[in-house]
């Protein structure tokens, strides 16, 4: 790596003391493979920030002083922002200085930075290299992974493409995309000894190449290079739960069952996570102050769960789900089959289509549903649009404006306030290139090949606006399709659970014993649901894993004889 593509750190102190302390410390740690710049001026700073966005060299950390010579550091790493939006900002504090509380608060609350730091008072001050490691972790994993586990060649705006690079991001999985038409891309497809395709190619590291992957079949392929066995064969007889869905429910209930000494098979048919894997920063689930991406809370509660012996299977889908005597038997769509003692059904919700033909047309081409951290890198320099007025929408709108040229956020109603939490409404404000559009509604567009325009109607106005990705968030419809009649639904598809069975206002069913049913117990005893397929559920991470870990107290006592 020459030296001008080596990442930057780049601090701002105006205290010589502080300063020289930094310099030290900075140095000794990650001197061998990141440029170090320091300045005492803010505004000395920002030119040498500018020049190095005109180089194009990459800036890692940007840390700041909270008092500098002539400007405040909120303010300074607000402007830096804008220089370079991927940088991770870190505020520097003077330790047990309380007048800095509020500077702290307001800058967290609109994201002008991603964590702050008590300068270092010695020599290996660890408390002050975690947060640095940490923010220098957080922009590795973005912008370049250390070991790549997959090289996907494809067609960029082809919904396979798009599929494959949706399935790597929301497993954790390093990769890289090359389109045919690059230098690169032609060369890896000579490499993999199938230049004629069919596309996508996927390149594994252990010298693979896969041509047109199905989903199990790169699960498969990544399997023989991984520690656990993430497509292994079903278990023989009968597991005392089977969980269905791997989202923060399923995740929850996998670590409770398997902790507590219950066999447990996870289920799930595409990636960990669920809804929740996809969000680039979760800022108000308890224990991370300054956020943490689903991804990662996500892969983190896998290994846990991996630890206590859960077994995982991804890639399969459940099919069918009948009772036999004492025994729920699961099949999968591919004819493998699953007995269990008990059942948690956690299989999330997806997002709603839009049913608009033309732009159906043009899924992966430019229009995603979620993926928004699969797709941000290749939305630099573009137009982008954001549909939905939840959390996740506000998410992924402030993760895209990391790298595209402006974020537009679509939203059907006249505010946001009703549906998305503040801290994300006063980021956005805050954030100068994304802006919301109110009372409006998208009802048409298209483009050749990619998504190239939008039509957009605002009070029975409409206007074509030039639009190169719409990603789009709203709604949402549970997997609920495949359960038998005899498991309880609203009429939009969420499951009935606990009490709620024996109310007027639910579809009929018959409840079979003379027990009343347990809190998030379905219509059919042994069989639970968690997290956002249940009916009446609140919708939030935290929640999800309450339920998951809910479910399994309610499985002992099934399993128990109650």
Not at 80 to 99: E, F, I, N, Y
Request: glycine share 10%.
């Amino acid at each position: 790596m020459t030296r001008l593509n080596r990442p930057a750190i780049f601090v701002v102190e105006s205290n010589p003391g502080p300063l020289e302390l930094i310099q030290q410390e900075l140095h000794k740690r990650y001197a061998a493979d990141y440029n170090i710049h320091y300045a005492a001026l803010p505004f000395e700073a920002l030119a040498t920030l500018s020049t190095l966005r005109e180089a194009g060299a990459p800036v890692a950390t940007i840390l700041a002083s909270c008092w500098l010579e002539g400007m405040g550091g909120e303010t300074f790493l607000q402007l830096a922002r804008h220089l370079h939006p991927q940088a991770r900002r870190v505020l520097l504090t003077t330790r047990g200085d309380k007048s800095v509380a509020q500077t702290i608060i307001h800058a967290s609350a609109i994201g002008t930075i991603d964590a702050y730091s008590s300068k270092p008072l010695g020599a290996a001050d660890e408390d002050f290299h975690i947060v640095v490691s940490q923010m220098l972790h957080d922009w590795v994993a973005e912008n370049r992974p250390p070991y790549i586990v997959a090289r996907i060649v494809g067609d960029q705006w082809s919904r396979r493409s798009h599929e494959l690079r949706d399935l790597c991001k929301r497993n954790s999985l390093t990769f890289e995309f090359y389109d045919t038409d690059s230098a690169e891309g032609r060369s890896l497809l000579e490499e993999s000894g199938c230049p004629a395709g069919p596309l996508p190619v996927v390149l594994l590291a252990d010298g693979q190449a896969l041509t047109d992957p199905s989903n199990i079949e790169l699960a498969e392929a990544l399997d023989r290079a991984s520690i656990a066995d993430i497509t292994g064969p079903l278990p023989e007889g009968v597991v005392d739960v089977v969980i269905v869905g791997a989202g923060p429910a399923g995740l929850s209930a996998a670590v409770y069952g398997a902790s507590e000494g219950l066999s447990t098979l996870v289920v799930e048919r595409v990636a960990i996570g669920g809804q929740a894997g996809m969000s680039s920063r979760i800022r108000n689930y308890m224990g991370f102050p300054m956020g943490i991406s689903g991804g990662e809370l996500a892969s983190r509660a896998y290994w846990q769960a991996w630890l206590f012996g859960t077994d995982f299977t991804f890639g399969r889908e459940v099919a069918e789900l009948e009772v036999q005597g004492d025994e729920r038997v699961l099949r999968l769509a591919d004819g493998g089959e699953v007995r269990a003692r008990a059942v948690i059904l956690a299989m999330g919700v997806s997002y709603r289509r839009l049913g608009i033909q033309a732009l159906d047309e043009l899924i992966g081409a430019g229009v995603f549903y979620g993926s928004a951290s699969a797709e941000a890198v290749a939305m630099k320099g573009q137009k982008v649009f954001v549909l939905g007025a939840g959390n996740s929408a506000g998410q992924a709108a402030l993760h895209l404006a990391r790298f595209a040229e402006d974020v537009t956020v679509l939203v059907r109603a006249d505010s946001l306030l009703p549906s998305m939490s503040e801290y994300l409404i006063r980021e956005i404000e805050s954030t100068p290139n994304v802006r919301v559009r109110t009372n409006t509604e998208v009802v048409g567009g298209g483009g050749s090949y990619r998504l190239e325009q939008l039509v957009l109607e605002r009070n029975g106005t409409r206007e074509t606006v030039p639009a190169h990705a719409l990603f789009v968030l709203i709604g949402a419809t549970p997997h609920t399709e495949w359960l038998p009649e005899t498991v309880c639904r609203t009429e939009e598809g969420y499951i009935v659970t606990g009490r709620e069975l024996l109310e007027d206002e639910t579809p009929p069913t018959e409840w079979p014993l003379e027990r009343r049913p347990y809190l998030l117990e379905t219509s059919i005893p042994g069989v639970f649901a968690a997290g956002d397929v249940r009916h009446g559920s609140l919708k939030r991470v935290a929640s999800a894993v309450g339920e998951g870990s809910t479910a399994i107290t309610f499985v002992h006592r099934y399993l128990a004889g109650d």
